[in-house]
């Protein structure tokens, strides 16, 4: 357990000590302005003990990584110009495709019908996403689509509920219905086919109550920020705001937990954490350079080995030395306070 000293500076060594020691500690405070990019505030966040963390966990999954979270835009995916959406999107698939002459065929029908749905009902960015959807799935060893045994129109329409799903984007309040969706496939439901889809490439993952505001309104969590909309990231660029601001509030509300304070008129106050030493040791490493080992332990008698260099546990003897053999008059004395309740190493 830490315990806190106030006591007053003498003008021997004691204040130089101190001032050194502040001087450290000051180099580890939090720096808000080296720390301040989104990623680095989300991968702060991901220590926080709240609900913070857990919705960062969610966005972190949606975005496909702390990576692609920090860089997220709101910019429409769009095809470069001298080749049309449907060529583009075969480009996309054609690398990585394993499937047999006649596989090959039923995906690129499949392909064809959802992108001509996206054409007449959606935009071309859905055409775009559902292109990279059918790509993902091509790709994946279990290759959901060439082996489904549903026709292709029913298939095609449940591509294009996968892709409006984990953009939030089915619902009465929302961009279409999945009735209009059916309607506009000729087909009775496919959401059970959708959602086979989405379980074999690992995207259906609430099988509770959502933990996040980002997942209560889509069943489907997709891992790559390339299959969202444009309407979807900017949704995620809002609620990354806001949970860059829950993470720097949680921040400054915190008390900085110091070892070292200074608080005016030469008197500093200490956290020290008692402990008990179990010895010396001389050891040498894989590298053959030499170190010197201190055994100690706290107050639940847990062992913690601490390593110094040679040369500073030299420097280590003599200021032990010196601190023995200065006189009672020029110790400082302490005062306790209560302990803080944490851990002595914490």
């Known amino acids: 357990m830490a315990t806190d000293h106030p006591f007053d500076c003498t003008p021997d060594g004691s204040a130089a000590w101190l001032a050194r020691l502040e001087a450290l500690e000051d180099r580890g405070e939090f720096d808000f302005e080296l720390c301040g990019d989104a990623a680095s505030l989300l991968a702060i966040g991901l220590s926080l003990d709240s609900a913070v963390s857990v919705w960062i966990e969610d966005f972190i999954d949606i975005c496909g990584g702390l990576d692609a979270a920090g860089a997220l835009h709101a910019e429409p995916w769009v095809v470069e110009p001298s080749f049309p959406e449907s060529t583009c999107v075969v480009r996309e698939l054609r690398p990585a495709s394993r499937l047999a002459e006649r596989e090959e065929a039923r995906v690129a029908e499949v392909l064809e019908l959802a992108e001509e749905y996206c054409a007449e009902a959606l935009d071309p960015e859905y055409t775009l996403i559902v292109g990279r959807l059918v790509a993902r799935m091509s790709q994946h060893p279990e290759r959901p689509l060439a082996g489904h045994r549903s026709r292709p129109e029913r298939l095609a329409a449940a591509v294009v509920w996968v892709a409006l799903e984990a953009n939030g984007a089915l619902g009465r309040t929302r961009n279409t219905s999945a009735t209009a969706l059916w309607r506009g496939f000729g087909v009775s439901t496919c959401a059970a086919i959708g959602r086979s889809l989405a379980a074999s490439m690992g995207w259906i993952a609430l099988d509770e109550q959502p933990r996040s505001p980002l997942l209560w309104h889509t069943e489907v969590l997709v891992d790559d920020v390339r299959l969202l909309h444009s309407c979807r990231r900017l949704e ?18 915190r008390e900085p937990d110091r070892s070292v304070t200074n608080v005016g008129e030469g008197r500093y106050e200490l956290t020290t954490y008692p402990a008990e030493c179990h ?3 001389k050891v040498m490493d894989q590298e053959g350079r030499l170190h010197v080992v201190l055994a100690f332990s706290d107050a639940a008698d847990e062992l913690r080995l601490v390593q110094v260099s040679v040369p500073d546990a030299r420097v280590l003897s003599g200021e032990l030395e010196q601190a023995l053999a200065a006189p009672i008059d020029a ?12 851990d002595m190493w914490e």
Request: with cysteine.
């Open 279 to 281: 010895g010396v040791c």
């Open 331 to 342: 110790v400082p004395r302490l005062s306790y306070r209560p302990p803080r309740p944490h």
């Open 236 to 253: 995620l660029l809002e609620h990354r705001l806001l949970l860059q601001q829950l993470v720097t509030q949680e921040l400054l509300g």
